[in-house]
């Protein structure tokens, strides 16, 4: 039985988020007036195939890994393009459509994260508070003298390097949950904060975190750790509900994307770098596992393991490997700077590059898996 809610936890995640990514392609597309030849969930042999009056063919494939959509498009040699269709050939647009496709797909992705998220909050959310534990010895909130039962009630950015730049007001903190992103946004910026505590007391004080003093991130190391800063666990039953209007649920998703892109960003950037380690990429072993388990907890843990793993997929396509959204992108860079596009020959070679470079990546998220859920 376990098996069988992972696997169609597993599908179900990779069928929305796929679904999503290339339906943002489609819209931009159609709005841009460029026809669509096939819209495909999976690939493989086809399983389902409906040829809408349009004359684009809707496929559901056997291997769902993935998916695509075709356009008309000139470049592609398999394609004959008759005069009067050239008018909705995706090659025949002006470089901002064709980048408008192109980014469409990426952006559907965190589009769906806000709303995901939004959904959530307005249905309400228990939320472990802020309220901190005794602080490792030796950690940087042990050396501020934080205290075991010390709530964090205010979060503001340092501007400068010491205590002296605390000015103006502190945003709120609603939750654990929030605090711990905004601890990863700074550590990872190398961003000094302060945050506003309460005492168990009632008392209100306020602990500066300067940036020098911040630990660094390692590949051997946990800031989290050094930093010191971890909540108290308490019972379900005593956490406090975070429930929002429409508006005020969709502005604060929106925060919440915007904190995770930004960590995610540089956490993927730290993998090239040498400041994170390889063995944080996680495959499809790791996706269908916390598909599978979140899927049993309940519908809002698994609307937020999509909207995390949404965001994911959108910087995933961003990044500039040819195959990739972000390859096409950079080709529309080049294409703007050099006022000429790159031939599709020189296209086609990048293209043989960014496929390699794409099988390693996932053989290695792949080894990632094994060695985490089988080693002994």
């Known amino acids: 039985m376990q098996a069988f809610i ?4 597993f ?18 597309a159609r709005c841009c007036g460029v026809r669509v030849l096939r819209f495909a969930i999976g690939f493989g042999k086809p399983l389902f195939t409906y040829r809408a009056k349009n004359q684009t063919e809707w496929v ?16 592609d040699r398999e394609q004959v393009i008759t005069l009067e269709d050239q008018a909705s050939a995706f090659d025949g647009k002006k470089l901002w459509q064709r980048s408008l496709i192109v980014a469409a797909g990426p952006f559907a992705n965190f589009f769906l994260a806000i709303i995901l998220f939004a959904v959530i909050y307005i249905s309400g959310v228990p939320q472990l508070p802020a309220v901190l534990d005794t602080p490792p010895e030796h950690s940087l909130a042990a050396k501020l003298d934080l205290m075991q039962g010390d709530r964090v009630v205010g979060w503001q950015d340092l501007n400068g390097d010491d205590a002296s730049s605390v000015l103006g007001e502190f945003e709120v903190v609603r939750s654990w949950n929030a605090l711990r992103w905004d601890l990863l946004d700074a550590l990872t910026a190398e961003n000094g904060f302060a945050l506003e505590l309460q005492s168990p007391s009632g008392g209100r004080f306020i602990k500066a975190f300067p940036a020098p003093e911040l630990p660094k991130i390692s590949p051997n190391s946990d ?20 429930q929002l209007g429409p508006l005020d649920a969709l502005l604060y998703a929106s925060h919440r994307v915007w904190l995770v892109t930004k ?17 944080q990429l996680g495959g499809p072993l790791s996706i269908a596992d916390m598909a599978g388990k979140l899927a049993q907890v309940g519908w809002q843990a698994f609307f937020a393991f999509l909207a995390l793993i949404s965001i994911s997929i959108g910087l ?6 040819p195959m990739l959204d972000g390859g096409q992108l950079l080709y529309d860079a080049w294409e703007l700077v050099a006022g000429k596009r790159i031939s599709i020959s020189m296209q086609e070679r990048f293209q043989k590059l960014g496929f390699l470079l794409l099988i390693s990546l996932s053989l290695l998220a792949l080894f990632n898996d094994l060695q ?5």
């Open 60 to 75: 559901l494939a056997a291997i769902p890994l993935g998916g695509y959509v075709k356009l008309l498009d000139g470049r």
């Open 316 to 321: 995933l396509n961003l990044l500039p490997f």
């Open 263 to 279: 960590v995610s960003v540089r956490l993927m950037a730290g993998m090239f770098t040498g400041k994170t380690s390889i063995k």
């Open 372 to 376: 985490r859920y089988f080693s002994p």
């Open 11 to 28: 599908l179900l995640t990779l069928g929305v988020l796929v679904s999503f990514h290339e339906f943002g392609h489609f819209f931009a």
């Open 223 to 242: 800031p989290m750790q050094a930093l010191g800063i971890k909540p108290t666990i308490i019972p379900t039953s005593n956490w406090q509900e975070l």
């Open 6 to 9: 992972t696997l169609a936890a």
